[in-house]
C-alpha cells in the first residue's frame, strides 16, 4: 500500500492525493483518490473514484461516488476553475445529495446516478457535530420497491440532458423531513473533472468547476482506468459505487 501525500506550504495541511495498492503477486490492484467536495454543520461531503486492475472486471469493478464519511484532514481538495473548460470530457455520472435536518444531527442522503440517468446506487449517513457517525451504502436494484427513496425524494432516474438544459429537477413530491441543503455533481470523464451545482427548491442558484489534482502515476494509469470504465459500460455493469 502507498499513500502519496503532498504539502503545499508549510501553513497548509498535506493532502492525500492518491492511494496505491498491489495484491500479494506485486501487481498492482487498484487506486482510491478522494476529493473533499464541500463542508459544512452536516459534516464533510467526498468525491471517491476506485479504480481496479489486473483483475476480472466482472468481479472488480471500478466505480465513481459522492457520500459523507468521517472526517479528516488529509483528503484533497480539487482547484475550482473559472469556467468549464472548451474540451470537457463526456458526462460519465451523476449524484443527488440531499441534506436533512435529523436528531441529534443531519442525515446525508446520495443517490448516484449511471450516465444513462438510472440511479445505481444510495449512500444513507448520520453526522453529528460535523463527523459521520454511521453510514450505509447499497447498490440499488431498480425492480424492488425501496421506502427511502420517497422518504428523501431520491428519483429512480434523471434526464440528465433535461436537467442541464433547464437547471432544475422535477418536482420531487412531498418530503418528510426538513431539508437543509440540495447538490448535484456532474461527473466527467469518470471522476476527472466535475461540476458542483447548489439548489434551492430544486432550482439551481448557483455553480463551480472542480478539477482533482494528477499525479504522475494517475497520468500513467488514466488510459487503464477508463478502459475499465468503459468496459463495465459496454457490458452493462455499474460505473457509480
Known sequence: MVDHFERASKELQRQRLLYIESDRDGKLLRTVKDEELVRGAYGALYLVKTCFYNKAVQDYQS????????????????????RMPAAAPQLTAFSLVRIYTSDPGYEVI??????????????????????????????????????????????????????????RLPP?????QSEVVTLVYRHYGFGNLFQEDTLNRDVVTSSRVLQPSVTDEERTLDAACESRFLQQQSMGLPTVD
Open 110 to 167: 446520495s443517490g448516484n446516478y449511471e450516465a444513462n440517468g438510472k440511479l445505481g446506487s444510495l449512500h444513507v449517513s448520520y453526522t453529528k457535530g460535523g463527523e459521520c457517525i454511521l453510514g450505509e451504502r447499497s447498490r440499488i436494484d431498480l425492480d424492488k420497491p425501496d421506502p427511502r427513496f420517497k422518504k428523501y425524494a431520491i428519483p429512480l432516474a434523471i434526464d440528465l440532458a433535461q436537467y442541464v438544459r433547464s437547471r
Open 63 to 82: 466505480g465513481v461516488s459522492v457520500g459523507a464519511y468521517v472526517s479528516t484532514l488529509e483528503h484533497e481538495v480539487p482547484s475550482v476553475l473559472a
Open 172 to 176: 420531487p413530491g412531498g418530503i418528510e
